[in-house]
């Protein structure tokens, strides 16, 4: 069966946002006194809300850090990307393909509104999505939890079982199969964990311009 939606998540998807957050996010983490990578970040924290980060890295440190610690984050991404945030290669080609298909398609993100807003911005791509964003910002739970994934679908009008999602972290996989969606992993970054996106249930793609006819062979 062809899909009836595609849900994209956005960063590293979309968006190669993933090198501007992890290399934020190790530095933060290496101050606090547990010195980090921005691979070390990836594969830890990748695909989750900054929440649910943050009690991940006060387990780290071992000390409890400011309510606002997320929004401190935030503030330091959105100033990392001013300076200009590419689109994923292909991703325009493929978009064009879908509509092509009459193929509808979404995005839905552990990250909030402004930041997804600022970076498909940059990129371009807003204009093309705007009014088809969904965030865990208005859900109860965010990923690995459903919830992203199935707002989107409701809201979308369209059963989650018809709907399929293209997802580059294992807890975005993990989502999406919670949600009862097909779900094809995007792994062209080499720091990306293929064994555990393949193990949570992920279809392996590693080039954005094959998506089309991933979609159609596997339908």
Not at 72 to 86: C, K, T, W, Y
Not at 124 to 143: H, I, N, V, Y
Request: some cysteine; glycine content about 10%; overall charge negative.
């Amino acid at each position: 069966m062809i899909p009836s939606l595609v849900i994209f998540d956005c960063d590293g998807v979309l968006v190669d946002t993933e090198r501007f957050t992890n290399r934020n996010m190790a530095e933060i983490v290496t101050a606090l006194g547990h010195p980090m990578t921005g691979s070390d970040c990836q594969k830890q924290f990748m695909g989750r809300t900054l929440e649910d980060v943050q009690r991940l890295v006060e387990a780290l440190v071992g000390q409890k850090l400011p309510e606002d610690w997320p929004d401190q984050v935030r503030r330091r991404d959105l100033e990392s990307f001013e300076a200009g945030v590419p689109a994923i290669r292909g991703i325009e080609g493929v978009l064009d393909r879908l509509e092509d298909m009459g193929l509808p398609y979404c995005v839905g993100s552990s990250g909030r509104y402004q930041k997804m807003r600022a970076t498909l911005g940059s990129s371009g791509l807003l204009p093309r999505l705007e009014g088809k964003l969904f965030s865990a910002q208005d859900c109860e739970r965010g990923k690995p939890a459903p919830d992203v994934f199935l707002l989107a679908a409701r809201k979308m009008g369209h059963a989650p079982e018809t709907c399929v999602v293209v997802e580059d972290s294992v807890p975005g996989v993990m989502a999406a199969r919670s949600a009862g969606m097909r779900v094809y992993a995007f792994a062209e970054d080499p720091a990306c964990d293929r064994d555990a996106m393949t193990a949570a249930g992920g279809i392996l793609f590693d080039d954005m311009t094959k998506l089309p006819e991933l979609l159609l062979s596997n339908s």
